[in-house]
């Protein structure tokens, strides 16, 4: 096992299964300590067990994105085990079945609540652990995307996505790119960097396993980003390739 986080504490939000989990075990196999964010504790502590089984220093940690009950016990939890947070990966996300309509037929309520999840909520885990962040010598966040999000790729006809015009899950993660750029900006004298990965079409549970890519690949961009040395980047949008057009 490589020990080139070692001392490192990660925090990574819906890491009880898919591209989460995959980050997990990437970052803790690199000698992280990991926290398995779950909104429900006893798939958390599963997934942190599978964990622990390869030698990785795994926690359960519960944490509902929406509720910030458990955010703020989240952040107390951190606090009094660890006195700060190096990384925090937001893989937390949603897709609901109502934003397969056309977009001028979108129920208000679906925009609504992949909104609270895919955007207020992560900004509210960035919001309450931010403290937590500043007293890391290197903090780094990185907010899963998607190339969905993109509006230049939106706009072309010839974007391998093309179809896929889902109100409310595209325009969720152009607001979550968005938060991104602010907040990389507002944080630029700060060691801490943050960025958004594309994890591309993965196979998970959030497009029942269509997807063609691995949880492997998924994970790549975000522990690329995770893991960035001092002089990395900051307010960026990347994939596993490079640099993704907003």
Do not use: C
């Not at 109100?167 to 152009?174: C, D, G, M, P």
């Not at 990965?197 to 993965?202: E, K, L, S, V």
């Not at 690329?224 to 990347?238: C, E, H, V």
Request: hydrophobic share 40%.
């Amino acid at each position: 096992m490589s020990e080139d986080l070692k001392g490192k504490v990660a925090l990574i939000t819906g890491a009880n299964k898919g591209i989460g989990f995959e980050i997990a075990r990437q970052l803790g196999s690199r000698g992280a300590t990991v926290l398995v964010g779950a909104r429900d504790i006893g798939r958390g502590e599963e997934a942190a067990n599978k964990l622990r089984s390869n030698q990785i220093d795994a926690r359960t940690i519960q944490l509902d994105v929406i509720d910030q009950k458990t955010i703020d016990s989240a952040s107390k939890q951190i606090e009094s085990e660890f006195g700060k947070l190096d990384i925090l990966v937001n893989n937390a996300g949603i897709a609901s079945d109502g934003d397969r309509l056309p977009p001028s037929q979108v129920d208000i309520e679906t925009l609504r609540h992949t909104y609270e999840t895919n955007v207020f909520g992560v900004f509210a885990v960035i919001k309450t652990l931010l403290p937590l962040l500043k007293k890391s010598t290197a903090g780094r966040i990185v907010n899963l995307s998607s190339g969905l999000g993109s509006l230049t790729q939106n706009s072309d006809p010839n974007y391998e996505f093309a179809h896929a015009k889902s109100l409310a899950y595209n325009s969720s993660k152009t607001a979550l790119n968005a938060i991104t750029v602010l907040l990389a900006a507002e944080l630029k004298d700060t060691p801490i960097k943050v960025n958004a990965a594309d994890p591309g079409f993965t196979a998970t549970d959030l497009n029942q396993h269509r997807g063609y890519r691995t949880v492997e690949q998924g994970a790549i961009a975000a522990v690329r980003l995770a893991t960035l040395p001092d002089d990395g980047f900051s307010g960026g949008y990347f994939d596993e390739n490079g640099v993704v057009p907003w």
